[in-house]
């Protein structure tokens, strides 16, 4: 710990957090568990403290019924640990893109911060420690929160690009020795790996790619190997980009933003991911209202989006953030992508999805969206569908061509059933 500040324990930080304040937690792999295991702690002794944050790779204390009362979370995107907590209504759910979070967060936005929870490195010789693996919208909330309180963690990566904070900005400090929180690489099948193949047969040498984390993410970058001259500008910076770097397939020299550099807002995965991006030039990270904004994203020669949905309807209407009514993730950075993807010269936004759920006993390619699923991409913003049967552009279709397409791509399974609905509503022959 750098002489200047002094250090608190975990108690003492948290207890500079007031009644009916507002908390932002590090998202991602930087959650501080120690503060939010202290805040927790204190519930009793605090009413209406809102705790709000993107997905997070540590438990949710708060988000237990013994909080009721005294804590309750906001989620900007649904995770694992907060999902059971936002369906059973002890959490709240706010939809919203990630590239107008930082709004939010402003002095005179709908979420002015009290309090940011941080996890950082220790500081440099000229007093900066590093926001880590996820500048996302921790940047945002270090830049606007009246109180900056923060975790100090030698493990933490110094990473690159705008994720600088002065010992001055924080309010109190906790020192913390543990590793970050892994995310091992997924197994993919051959479904994903079909998916896979036909993605990289849409990516043309010298793009710039954006995508996320799982399966179909994982088996895409695995069959881009003979690409050449590949960009990166993306929200995740995954283990799977790292063989690409090192065979040269991702080089970033084609940019036409951040030339040579790959530029994310978080990383998240295994401990030689978070080894490769510390104090790593060619990997730069920025807030999300930098790097989802459309606007710069479309000014990428090439931009590549390629992102996924739980189901898409005959007209092209993408759902991504619920099972129905029920809120499976969030809005996220879905539309940011895409809408800037497609106004990006050569560009393309890529929805890539296995063609059935639940075991093959449920098609994603359905006649109508489930009551109460929420529409993340608009049938008038969608263009390319990638499923394991094939890729079709819907972009400038009608609605008859899109239902003959995308049953086109569908499992064989429920093709007569997507035929009849198509033939029925829009005379499709």
Known sequence: MNPAMHSFDPAEAAALVPSRGRVYVHEAAMAPVSLLEALAARASELEEVEVVHLHTNAPAPYTDESCAGHLRHNALFVGPNTREAVAAGRADFTPVFLSEVESLFREDGAMPLDVAFLQLSPPDAHGFCRLGTSVSCARAAVDHARLVVAEINPQVPRTSGNSAVHISRITAAVEVDRPLPEHPPTVFGEVERAIGRHVAELVPDGATLQMGIGKIPDAVLAALGDHRDLGVHTEMFSDGLLALIE???????????????????????????????????????????????????????????????????????????????????????????????????????????????????????????????????????????????????????????????????????????????????????
């Open 247 to 429: 065979s040269g397939a991702v080089n970033n020299r084609k940019k036409t933003r951040f030339e040579n550099r790959a530029v994310a807002s978080f990383a998240m995965g295994t401990k030689a991911l978070y080894d490769f991006v510390d104090d790593n030039p060619i990997v730069e990270f920025h807030a999300s209202h930098l790097v989802n904004d459309p606007n710069e994203i479309s000014k990428q020669f090439r931009m590549v989006a390629i992102n996924s949905a739980i189901e898409i309807d005959l007209t092209g209407q993408v759902c991504a953030d619920s099972i129905g009514e029920r809120i499976h993730s969030g809005i996220g950075g879905q539309m940011d992508f895409v809408q800037g993807a497609v106004r990006s010269r050569d560009g393309k936004a890529i929805l890539a999805l296995p063609s059935t759920a639940m075991g093959g006993e449920a098609s994603r390619i359905v006649p109508r969206l489930a009551p109460g699923a929420g529409v993340v991409t608009t049938r008038g913003h969608v263009q390319w569908v990638v499923t394991e049967f094939g890729a079709v552009n819907l972009h400038g279709r009608t609605l008859r061509d899109r239902a003959r397409l995308l049953t086109s791509v569908a499992h064989p399974d429920f093709r007569e059933r997507l035929e009849r609905e198509a033939y029925e509503r829009f005379h499709c022959r």
